[in-house]
């Protein structure tokens, strides 16, 4: 019997990606076909905490990593929150089948199964916005300016409007709907697109702040129309900010390919989801597209897709 357990499902973000880090609104939801799970077993072997990162076939001894690990880091920083000034004989075994670097929240979702299966050997239950904040300040560490929406939505596992620095909204659906998720196949960490995006904000200031503000429009009729149950409206939304990713330099090759193959087979829009230079696509399908959707999309080079149904609890 392990003494603890922890869980956290994959995001996509339906709109509002990159822009959200400079103050824009953005709409995630988390995704359950995917996830991470973290279990903590007592040692009898050693008296030293250890990280068996399952599927990277790694084990990490917590007095040997390095500051900024961020398996590590978040067993460090739900310690400390907890108050346990020594580190347990423990061992916490982390897996996960959410892609890596693939704009699914991987990164976040891994942190936030530890911070509760750490939180739950010591008999204890995080607040969600405790469990949100130590995983906030994990991904600190995989990129230096997150704007906080993938730790909100994986901790909350609910789908959220969220604005950096408020307290995240969750928001209605009138009526459910499908998305294919679209894997590139191509690892993208977030932090080099983040970067980049920054770097041109820096050199052109007002021409970047004008594609934000176009992404925030998009953002908010997306979700008016999500909230009136107009799916059908979310697709040329989805095309628009798409473009505009295109505009800030996040997509690439491979995902305007993916998003063409899509809305050639009868998707309603398509946009690169998350980071983006790789990573995911979504694309806006129903019962009768997604079969012909999907096919497309791994005939023009998806690696897997998923259809999840997009509704008020996780997709
Ligand atoms: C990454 O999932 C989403 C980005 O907007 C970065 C962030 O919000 O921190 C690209």
Redesign the pocket.
Known sequence: MPLGTGRAPG?V?LF??????YGRP?LAVPVSQVWAEAHVEALSSTNELTIWAQDLGEKISLSDAPADHPLASAVRLTLGCLGIVNPPAWQVCVHSTIPIAS?L?SGAAVSAAIVRAVASAASQELPLRTVSDLVYEV?RLH?G??????NTVVAYEQPVYFVRGQPPQPFTIGRPFLLAIADSGIASP?RI??GDVRRRWTESPERYEAVFDRIAAVVEAAHRAIAVGEAAALGPLMDVNHQLLVELG?SCEELDRLAAAARDAGAGGAKLS???RGGNLIALVTDRTAAPVESALRQAGALNVIVTRVDHGLA
């Open positions: 995001k973000i509002g990606e990159h822009a959200v880090v953005a704009g929240g991904d990129h300016t997150p704007s906080g929406v993938d977030t697109a983040v996040v998350g980071g983006g």
